[in-house]
């Protein structure tokens, strides 16, 4: 039997004026354990704990229950106090007579006896209170980061920079991600190029930073602290270590036609290539749906003409295990398929084109090595029409439903960096609302208008017809002159909407993260924890959270970062002691509790019992991983024979709870 | 009829939640019938939307649209603007009180270019 | 203390509101100071999925009359899926209760946000007033029990 104490809380008059304290405090003298009961003015005082940890003393007592406020306000406060008088601070219950009740009552009758009835709960729940410890778990003080965009990139440099090890992993031959593709930067023009390259060489320069290129996260088990990953590296059919990168191979492969995804299939590549001049790290990929060799084993052009012998068509997809105390999520974003907007003759015309194409027809590592040709005919365009939000904004069915953020400002780019190019060309954007918060953003897009002379158009386009001279028909509407317009185009550039990488959903479910309907990543909280997942240790940086500018995914990187940080300079990490616990001598090995786990917190092992009649029997049995376990309790309810229960929250404290407030 | 109980009836009978519409004015874009109306299809969203009714009633643009639910298929937020329209056009009929068209005009109106879809379309607009 | 006798039925009602966003709309109907009536207990748990079934037999058992379970709307839940276990495994519980002869009336689960003190107000005097309208609930009553 407990010796429990009640401590009965005034609040001032919050709740002694609608609450008889002294009457509460009289009727829990007679409960079962209760071997002192008294009420004060304001229990949280510093003069209320001390009457707290005097009694605790005093009266040897075993178990607290205080009524007062909500728990959420001063449960801690009073788990304190009993802990430093020497009880576990596990063995406070609170009744919340305020907030549930003398708060929403007036007549004073009905109050009482409720604040009675929550008191006999709180002393029958603490009857059943036993100690908790939290547990401890180490922390593994190592990171990894999933994608190796600026998003990952700058994370994986920030964690660098504070002194643990990270690596990075990155489906693609080369790290960069869609920064390596764009031209230049809004809103102040510098070269993409010129600020990404020196981070990626820094990346690969950092002793403490690892890149697995090609390779994919495969597999992904533990905890927070404690991650144990599995990373596929793909075949690439080079030695990594021994090529340098030299691009003979690159030069001298006979399969030619090979479209070139880093300039968005507008010019061609071999089977062996280097994505890109800065590529890191710098390292030749056989493309095996290309290659002769590897197709039908005529070939070894490659092969020849290494002089470091790095070519290796028997190269297999090889498994590497690591173990990470945190994981950060960067797998950044796509442009969506434009293929169910067929109003806008994207498959149709070769002039119509996305505006990442656009970016890559502008870069002097382009296909046109920067001059602004139409794909079509290589001639120069003088009208180009620029669409805004396609497939942004959308709620019917084809696009997405949110606004994809970054369109605003890099069409605005698009258009001025058109003009001063080539003043000679008429440059149309069609726009529903010019979005531009941002610093020196809203600037940025007005120099366009004003100074530049780029014709912005609020409405719509409708359709878009490509037409026997070569030009498309633009109609779209003006609405502010409530006109409709015909525009005889030489170029189109959709703004088309971004999505999260595909990798993402099948990623989200091997990390037990949570998504939202866009298949965006959700944070712990969207205003208090923008960077944390609502699953320990693993962190969002970029645009798999949400969609994001550079400098907003940078900011988020270097946040995320700061937080694996915080992480990894822990030793060991306390855990919450209201977790699930098996009953192994009444657990019969059903596995209803695992499936239904949402943490994967709970493993199945095969344990010796020894049986009544002296011979032992193996059995299979649940154990509860205690710093994975988050307290939900779902477990208990599912498991059939009644082996899982929740400390703290245990079937039978809940269940005296039920039968005091039914008495 | 009060002026909102007019615009009420028109959101009922076509079903059209004007609120979603956005104001990027593709449905005007994509009009075929455009030059002809009057009012153009955003205008009647935000027309009916903002309770400014009685100009759509007395306006010709009604019977200019051709039905062809263009701006339907285009609308990024699924508002049909088709279906707002024909909502106006009926209120308006069913105020008259008469059909414009009666079944026995049909073999007179029955022309070998006449698409079959127009006299389908034409009875929904002058037939209560 | 001064016991006033009344006659009128007064309901047992237990509510079971999970941690995280029910009790916390419980205290925020307290904090905006929303009356609703004392018939209402609130027993706290983790998630609204730690809610057993035995527990809600147990409380008709002891003479509840009636039971509600509270618990984030789906898709909030902080343990992500719990309160989807409980919407399929209360929708099992409450027609078999039904079938026994507990009003469906009598038992119910609702979405109750952190921030939702008015909805949490309003749900408890709909509930108390629909409860109190079917008066008391002795069918699964356990007369032993109350004899103790």
């Known amino acids: 039997m407990q010796k429990i104490g009640v401590f009965v809380c005034h609040c001032g008059t919050n709740i002694a004026a609608t609450v008889d304290v002294k009457a509460v405090a009289e009727a829990l003298k007679g409960e079962p354990g209760v071997v002192f009961s008294t009420d004060y003015q304001y229990m949280c005082s510093e003069a209320g704990q001390n009457l707290i940890k005097n009694s605790i003393k005093e009266y040897g007592l075993t178990g607290v229950v205080v009524c007062s406020c909500s728990p959420r306000m001063h449960e801690q406060t009073f788990r304190k106090a009993a802990q430093s008088a020497g009880i576990n601070p596990y063995m406070v219950e609170i009744a919340n007579i305020r907030e549930q009740c003398s708060w929403i009552h007036k007549d004073i009758w009905s109050a009482t006896e409720k604040a009675i009835i929550l008191g006999k709960a709180a002393v029958a729940k603490v009857q059943l209170n036993a100690p908790l410890t939290a547990g401890e778990s180490p922390v593994v003080k190592r990171a990894l980061v999933i994608g190796g965009g600026i998003a990952g990139i700058q994370t994986a440099l920030d964690i660098a920079e504070a002194g643990f090890e990270v690596d990075i992993v990155e489906k693609q031959p080369t790290i960069g991600g869609k920064m390596t593709q764009i031209d230049k930067t809004f809103p102040t023009l510098d070269c993409a190029a010129c600020i990404l390259t020196p981070k990626m060489v820094d990346c690969a320069q950092n002793e403490k930073i690892k890149i697995y290129s090609y390779s994919e996260v495969a597999d992904v088990k533990g905890f927070v602290g404690n991650f144990t990953v599995k990373i596929k590296k793909k075949a690439r059919y080079v030695d990594e270590d021994k090529c340098t990168g030299c691009g003979i191979c690159t030069e001298k492969c006979p399969v030619k036609n090979v479209p070139n995804e880093f300039n968005m299939g507008m010019d061609n590549r071999r089977a062996i290539y280097i994505p890109f001049a800065q590529a890191v790290p710098k390292v030749a990929t056989i493309d095996a749906n290309y290659c002769n060799m590897l197709k039908n084993g005529k ?39 434009l293929d169910d907007f067929d109003e806008f003759a994207y498959s149709q015309s070769k002039d119509v084109i996305t505006s990442l194409e656009f970016e890559r027809l502008t870069n002097a590592a382009g296909p046109t090595s920067g001059t602004l040709l139409r794909p079509s005919d290589g001639k120069h365009p003088h009208t180009i029409v620029f669409v805004q939000c396609v497939g942004s904004r959308d709620t019917s069915g084809c696009g997405k439903t949110y606004c994809s953020k970054i369109c605003c400002m890099y069409t605005a780019k698009h258009a001025m960096l058109t003009r001063e190019k080539y003043p000679d060309t008429d440059v149309y954007v069609f726009y529903i609302d010019v979005r531009t918060p941002g610093k020196n953003f809203d600037e940025f897009y007005r120099r366009a208008v004003e100074e530049y002379g780029v014709h912005y158009i609020k409405g719509m386009v409708g359709k878009v017809v490509p037409r026997s001279d070569g030009t498309l028909m633009v109609q779209a509407s003006d609405l502010l002159s409530n006109e409709q317009l015909h525009i005889n185009a030489d170029l189109v550039v959709l703004a088309a909407a971004i999505e999260p990488d595909k990798s993402a959903r099948s990623l989200a479910t091997m990390l037990t993260a949570s998504m939202d309907t866009n298949d965006f990543f959700t944070e712990a ?60 001598l009444m657990c019969n090995g059903c596995s209803s509790c695992e499936k239904v786990c949402p943490y994967g ?17 193996i059995r299979r049995v649940a154990s509860v991983n205690e710093a994975v376990c988050q307290g939900c309790g779902a477990c208990t309810v599912a498991c059939p024979s009644g082996a899982m229960d929740l400390k703290g929250f245990s079937n039978s404290q809940i269940m005296a709870e039920v039968d005091a407030i039914c008495k | ?113 006449l698409p079959q879809q127009a006299i389908v379309s034409a009875f929904r607009k002058y037939t209560k | 203390m001064q016991v006033k006798e009344t006659n009128e039925f007064k309901p047992k009602i237990v509510a079971f509101c999970c941690n995280w966003c029910s009790y916390a709309g419980a205290d925020l109907a307290g904090t905006n100071r929303l009356q609703y009536p004392a018939d209402v207990k ?54 078999m209760l039904d079938y026994l002869g507990i009003e469906k009336e009598r038992t119910r689960v609702e979405w109750v946000s952190a921030a939702e003190g008015a909805k949490f107000a309003a749900t408890m005097n709909d509930f108390v007033a629909t409860v109190t309208k079917l008066g008391e609930n002795k069918r699964l009553e356990d007369l032993r029990c109350k004899a103790k």
């Open chain 1, 299 to 337: 070939c070894g052009v490659c092969s020849k003409f290494c002089t470091v012998g790095a070519i290796d068509y028997k190269q297999q997809d090889t498994i590497v295990e690591e173990k990470y105390g945190a994981i950060v999520v960067a797998t950044g974003f796509n442009p969506i398929k």
């Open chain 1, 525 to 584: 909280h969207p205003k208090l924890r923008p960077v944390e997942s609502p699953t320990a240790g693993i962190f969002l940086s970029g645009v798999c959270q949400g969609p994001k500018d550079i400098p907003e995914t940078v900011s988020q990187a270097s946040a995320a970062a700061a937080k694996v940080i915080g992480l990894l300079a822990k030793d060991k990490l306390t855990c919450n002691p209201c977790v699930a616990q098996a009953n192994e």
């Open chain 1, 601 to 617: 917190a709970i493993t199945y092992s095969d344990k010796e019992f020894r049986m009544p009649d002296r011979t032992t029997a």
């Open chain 2, 1 to 113: 009829m009060q002026k909102q109980d007019k615009q009420e009836l028109i959101l009922r009978i076509s079903g059209v939640n004007a609120r979603k519409c956005m104001r990027c004015g593709k449905c005007s874009a994509t009009c075929p019938a455009y030059d002809e109306m009057e009012y153009h299809p955003h205008q009647f969203v935000y027309m009916v939307e903002s309770g400014n009714i009685e100009p759509l009633l007395s306006s010709d643009s009604i019977y200019k649209c051709l039905t062809c639910f263009a701006c339907v298929e285009r609308c990024p937020r699924d508002v049909q603007p088709a279906k707002l329209i024909e909502a106006v056009r009926l209120a308006v009929i069913r105020e008259q009180d008469k059909n414009h068209m009666k079944k026995g005009d049909l073999p007179e109106l029955l022309d070998e270019d």
């Open chain 3, 42 to 95: 609130i027993i706290r748990v983790p998630c609204s999925c730690r809610v057993n079934p035995m527990f809600i037999l147990r409380a008709f058992q002891r003479g509840a009359d009636g039971v509600i379970l509270c618990g984030c709307h789906p898709g909030d839940c902080h343990y992500t899926t719990g309160n989807y276990y409980t919407r399929r495994r209360m929708t099992l519980l409450f027609s």
